[in-house]
């Protein structure tokens, strides 16, 4: 079912009427887990005679409604139906007369202790023990659980909040913060964005500048590593700007989150949210940072009209992340980098996805699935793999990026589809008529509606590839005594080059002699039992997994509960319900430990986890 015309996970009217502006004023209540306050929404109508606006909801108490003008406030009536598991209720407000134009409606309200864009940790569960914390994840379809909205990214608007929190903790939006008071903080975003970048974290909190517009902040406990991990940041952006444009949102500072973050990271403006995963020791995995800052523009300036469109966000981003690592780091390593993601998308599209093909498409169909059920790696991998292979086709970067730049500056503040981004590239290229012949190479349909892998993977540089290939097959062809007297073992590799050997030894699935014995001494070899790496150790324990080691079991489960990050726990208990023996052993710490997740994890485990789901 489509809840709207132009958005199938959304009930607003939004091809009626758009929110412009919001002004939140929120008191944060730890006692109760609630939010409560109101939200004041800046309408402006795209057609005349507006009767009702249709806004998106989850769970809200909504206390009062009113309609403010020059004469004073008049009550509204309002009511709330249509509720879909997963997506949330039509909130449906009725205007007392049609209307058009711009007008502004309040709305006092309160959040359910269980929103699911809302995690709440008690102080026991933080680093420092003593103050309890709160923080968001709204992306695709959560902002309605904390805020009445037009809860599609084909809506932008701009925001100011006022936000009270208890004293002695720090509270931090996806905006700059204007001014801060003995718990009160001011917060204002100056750009348009989509209902999905609003974040609020409360906390006990440090800052330490890391760059001319950025900060790091974390736990007291955390701040020396994290500053040290993300000390690249001003690096990536600087690179960022050069193949974007300019960089329009004041800030760029970075959170690092508590363990039960369920992303490695999540581009809210002015704030991105890290995960405590990427604090590797070794700066290995602060590419992610890179991937962050590129939403910048991919996604935040200029954003997917609806999820469907997805790739437009995350393979832009992934692209732009690419050209990142490219400038600062080399071709071979931009290189490795896409060939990394190409062979964690072989292994997503083989088992996450092994029951869902139509969720391999690049533009998928969200009539019936919520956007959490159909995320993947798909839209981020193949939707690069699709620009590389539009770049090279059409001269390369030197031709590429002037479109490119051109494309972010054309639609920047602005929701697109696919079909803008066609339009776009085919009226700049046939400037001139040599390109012609290129263009029309494009198979569009097979790339946008065709299943499984890119069909065209472009031409990479396999230099860093080739050794992590060579130690996969040494390790997974050979013998204990052959593998120890061969001279590739001392051929050394980067951490990400042992990241990619794991994955492409996991890949194998036949493994001659997978024992404990050529686990322990992998282990030795590459030193996994001292990484701090969560790449590297994700996929040492998933080979613990293949090889049936129940004496692992242990090791396996603190892994599982050190975090939830999505991307590394639902292969892993998916992993888990294929071993008959591991399974109940699986479920019971998925029992255990639920509370403490949040819900989008919570949901997608237990659904990884199902009693009746084919194992493949
Ligand atoms: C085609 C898919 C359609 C819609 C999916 C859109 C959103 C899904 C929702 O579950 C939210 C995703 C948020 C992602 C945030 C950050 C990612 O880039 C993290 C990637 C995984 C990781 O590194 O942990
Ligand atoms: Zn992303």
Redesign the pocket.
């Known amino acids: 079912m489509r809840l709207s015309p132009i958005d199938p996970s959304s009930y607003s009217n939004a091809h009626e009427l758009i929110i412009r502006h919001v002004d939140l004023d929120w008191t944060v209540n730890f006692e109760k887990s609630t939010i409560s306050g109101s939200a004041t929404l800046y309408f402006k109508t795209l057609k005349d005679d507006v009767e009702e606006i249709f806004l998106d909801a989850s769970e809200l108490s909504i206390a009062s409604m009113a309609i403010k003008g020059s004469a004073g406030e008049i009550p509204l009536n309002w009511d709330v139906g249509g509720h879909v598991d997963n997506i949330g209720s039509k909130l449906t407000v009725y205007l007392p007369t049609k209307t058009s134009g711009e007008f502004v409606v309040v709305i006092e309200y309160e959040t359910d202790p269980k929103a699911s864009a809302l995690q709440w940790l008690t102080a026991a569960q933080t680093c420092g023990k003593q103050h309890p914390y709160l923080f968001s994840?709204c992306?695709?379809i959560h902002a309605r659980s904390i805020v009445p909205c037009q809860d599609t990214p084909a809506v932008k608007f701009t925001y100011n909040a006022t936000l009270r929190h208890p004293v002695g903790v720090t509270g931090l939006m996806s905006a700059v913060r204007k001014r801060s008071e003995a718990g009160v903080s001011y917060f204002e975003q100056k750009t348009p964005i989509p209902s999905y970048l609003l974040a609020i974290v409360v906390g006990a909190l440090v800052e330490r500048k890391i760059g001319p517009i950025s900060s790091v902040w974390a736990e007291q406990e955390q701040i020396d590593e994290s500053a040290e991990e993300f000390s690249q940041t001003a690096d990536f952006l600087a690179k960022a700007e050069e193949i974007c444009g300019p960089y329009v949102w004041g800030r760029y500072d970075l959170l690092v989150m508590p363990p039960s973050f369920?992303?490695?990271?999540?581009?809210n403006p002015c704030l991105t949210f890290v995960?405590p995963t990427l604090l590797a020791g070794d700066k290995s995995l602060a590419t992610?940072v890179a991937?962050e800052i590129a939403h910048s523009w991919t996604g935040n300036l200029v954003t997917n009209r609806n999820?469907?469109h997805?790739?437009l966000n995350?393979g832009f981003t992934v692209f732009v992340e690419g050209k990142i690592v490219g400038r600062l780091s080399g071709n071979a390593s931009r290189d490795f980098h896409a060939l990394h993601g190409l062979s964690e998308l072989t292994d997503c599209i083989k088992t996450q996805l092994a029951s869902t093909p139509e969720?391999t498409k690049l533009v998928?169909d969200?009539s019936e699935c919520s956007?959490?059920d159909?995320?993947?790696t798909?839209?981020?991998i193949k939707g690069s793999t699709f620009l590389r292979y539009l770049e090279d086709l059409l001269g390369g970067p030197e031709k590429f990026e002037p479109f490119f730049r051109a494309y972010l500056n054309k639609f920047k503040f602005q929701s697109v589809l696919t079909n803008d981004f066609k339009k776009e590239l085919y009226d700049w290229f046939r400037q001139d008529p040599k390109n012609e012949v290129f263009l029309e190479r494009i198979d569009w349909d097979l790339w946008l509606f065709g299943e499984g892998l890119p069909p065209v993977i472009p031409t990479y540089d396999r230099s860093l590839l080739d050794s992590c290939q060579k130690h996969a097959s040494l390790w997974a062809d050979n013998d204990l005594d052959t593998i120890k007297s061969s001279p590739t073992l001392s051929e050394s590799l980067t951490s990400i080059q042992i990241i990619e050997f794991l994955a492409q030894l996991l890949e194998k699935k036949q493994i001659k002699d997978l024992t404990p014995e050529k686990i322990a001494l992998l282990d030795q070899t590459y030193h996994i039992h001292a990484t701090k790496n969560a790449e590297i150790r994700f996929r040492f324990v998933r080979l613990y997994i293949q090889a049936r080691m129940m004496d692992k079991m242990d090791e396996i489960l603190a892994f599982l509960n050190s975090n939830f990050?999505?991307?590394f726990v639902r292969p892993i208990y998916k992993e888990l319900a294929c071993w008959p023996e591991a399974k109940p052993i699986a479920v019971e710490n998925y029992n255990k430990v639920k509370d403490e997740m949040m819900s989008?994890c919570a949901y997608t485990v237990s659904k990884d986890l199902g009693i009746d789901a084919a194992c493949k």
């Not at 369920?262 to 581009?267: A, K, N, R, V």
């Open positions: 994840q992306q695709a369920p992303f490695g990271g999540m581009e995960t992610v991937h999820f469907e997805f790739w995350e969720l998928v969200l956007p959490d159909a995320f993947s798909v839209p981020y990050r999505m991307k989008v």
